[in-house]
């Protein structure tokens, strides 16, 4: 009997532990309820409404919530005031990454995106054997290489480069304007491509640039909740065999991809280095202290990262851009007119325009707002607790900034449904009257200490690109290719960086006269963009 009775309550005891597991711990922020094992597994959305569903329950539970993955917690914040305090003030607590097994099977542990942060020393409970939680001492100095590269002045330097490729998209445009997705993927990955590796892609037919896009597209479709089971949450499936484990094979034909793309390109822009023309970021940290074997493992897959970054985003604003002016022609000639009176009908827009065209600068911002690349940004990781009004954020958790719950709330944006740039001509942040205290103008981009390096790059481009498109033609007619129906601002795909469907549009040049300025403009750059051919 006393046998009996201490096994009933070990039982007891066991059963206990195993239903507090998914059960919201006291101090958490709100969020919705729980059930016993999974938490809020259940509850999980798929990738295509995750950032909907995330704006929902922010909306019903308040701008911080907890939502319990089994005995994981998810942070999510939803106002520019609780990002600022969690992420943006919290410094080294929150710049490093949650493990994420398939991102360190598929590169190693060194994709920067991914990787986590090497500052910081880690519990063995929250590594969890996972490839991309192995603190790595060169990544620390590899991100600050990044920061110096694409700090504001040095990312000025890169501008004659964009301004020279824009010529030749401007061209393609006024040639195949049919063609005009090729077109602008090949003019942002041929940008980052200089960035990265100082080579460009001058063909819309180019091999490399194909390759490159459907590996990218490999390595993030890994990444989509949903597409393969949850390893980081159930553990023991990483050890299931490779016959029941299709992501194994995915994630080394991605690292493989990765290190062959590097090698390749690597090795031309070392060779311009030693004959004196090299400016990419390559040949920057070409002098950094690194060992051998640290060079082949961390530039093998960040040469990848950054060339994504530059590319994928970049079009994906563009796209939106050529999307927005072709359904609000009302804006596209409101902007025209803008540019005109600055820069005239006899000279393409330089970058030095921009200061002077507000309702432009709030066209871009519209866009941004309204459909942003990135709509709930890369997750953080808490490596302390944090505490933010009444709650907790416990050590572990995982912070996701809910960017797009944040631009489309109604109490920071007045219709935020609504396309509407006079909004950002209204206040600085186009927000409701006093909402401004805790907002800032790169959400976009992140926050803390993991906000991306090259947003100044990046704003450069857009700005320089939609000055020039809305300057040289004219839009319209946007429709949907399989149905030819009129398409609006809810033809998006579900992907990891979020841009539109594939869709057709009407592209006119202006004039005879800018057809002709173009040309002009394009053979004029041909020498500049002939030094990175290889």
């Known amino acids: ?64 919530i907890s939502v319990r993955i089994g005995s994981s917690t998810m942070i999510i914040l939803s106002s520019p005031r609780a990002i600022k305090e969690v992420v943006d003030k919290q410094g080294w607590t929150t710049s490093s990454r949650p ?71 401007l061209h393609e445009l006024m040639t195949q304007p049919e063609n005009f997705i090729a077109s602008i993927r090949r003019y942002t990955h041929s940008v980052a491509m200089i ?120 079009s994906a604003f563009v796209l939106s851009l050529v999307l927005v002016l072709s359904i609000y022609t009302e804006h596209q000639e409101r902007a025209r ?38 709509p709930i940004g890369v997750p953080h990781l808490a490596t302390d607790d944090i505490r933010y009004k009444d ?25 935020p449904e609504a396309f509407n740039p006079d909004r950002f001509l209204k206040s600085e942040h186009g927000t409701r009257p006093g909402m401004d205290a805790d907002f800032r103008d790169n959400f976009l981009f992140g926050g803390g200490r993991r906000i991306c390096p090259g947003q100044y790059t990046a704003r450069a481009m857009m700005q320089l690109t939609t000055m020039r498109l809305i300057w040289a033609f004219g839009f319209g007619s946007a429709k949907n290719p399989k149905t030819g129906q009129p398409v609006g601002l809810d033809f998006y795909a579900p992907e990891f960086v979020v841009m539109p469907y594939p869709f057709q549009c009407a592209i006119e040049p202006r004039t005879i006269e800018r057809r002709k300025l173009v040309e002009q403009a394009f053979n004029d750059s041909r020498l500049l963009l002939q030094r990175y051919e290889h």
């Open 1 to 64: 009997m006393p046998v009996t009775l201490l096994s009933a309550v070990i039982l007891g005891c066991f059963l206990l532990l195993l239903l507090r597991i998914g059960r919201r711990e006291r101090g958490l922020p709100p969020g919705p309820p729980t059930v016993p094992l999974l938490g809020n597994l259940h509850l999980m959305p798929n990738a295509a409404e995750m950032p909907f569903k995330f704006m929902e329950r922010s909306r019903k539970y308040g701008e911080i």
């Open 99 to 169: 493990a994420n097994y398939l991102a360190g099977l598929a590169a190693g542990g060194y994709h920067i995106l991914f990787a986590r942060d090497s500052a910081i020393s880690l519990d063995h409970s929250l590594i969890r054997s996972c490839p991309n939680s192995r603190p790595a001492p060169q990544l620390r100095k590899l991100k600050n290489a990044i920061a110096r590269f694409f700090s504001p002045t040095n990312s000025l330097g890169g501008v004659p480069v964009q301004a020279a490729e824009s010529t030749q998209l």
């Open 195 to 314: 960035t990265t590796y100082g080579q460009r892609v001058p063909s819309l037919t180019s091999p490399q640039m194909q390759g490159f896009y459907q590996m990218l597209h490999r390595f993030l479709h890994i990444q989509l909740p949903g597409v393969y089971p949850p390893l980081d949450l159930v553990p023991v499936l990483k050890y299931l065999p490779n016959r029941w484990a299709p992501w194994r094979a995915a994630c080394r034909r991605s690292k493989s991809e990765m290190a062959a793309f590097h090698l390749r390109f690597a090795s031309a822009a070392e060779a311009r280095c030693s004959a004196g023309r090299g400016k990419s970021f390559m040949d920057f940290i070409s002098g950094m202290d690194l060992a051998p074997e640290e060079y082949d493992d961390v530039f093998s897959y960040t040469g990848f990262a950054l060339v994504e970054a530059g590319s994928d985003p970049n």
């Open 337 to 374: 007119r803008e540019i005109e009176a600055v820069v005239g009908t006899a000279r393409l827009p330089d970058l030095a325009d921009f200061g002077c065209l507000p309702f432009v600068d709030a066209l871009i911002r519209e866009i941004i707002r309204i459909r942003p690349p990135f």
């Open 391 to 415: 709650y907790i954020v416990p050590k572990g958790a995982t912070v996701i900034l809910n960017t797009y719950s944040v631009f489309h709330s109604p109490e920071i944006f007045e219709e």
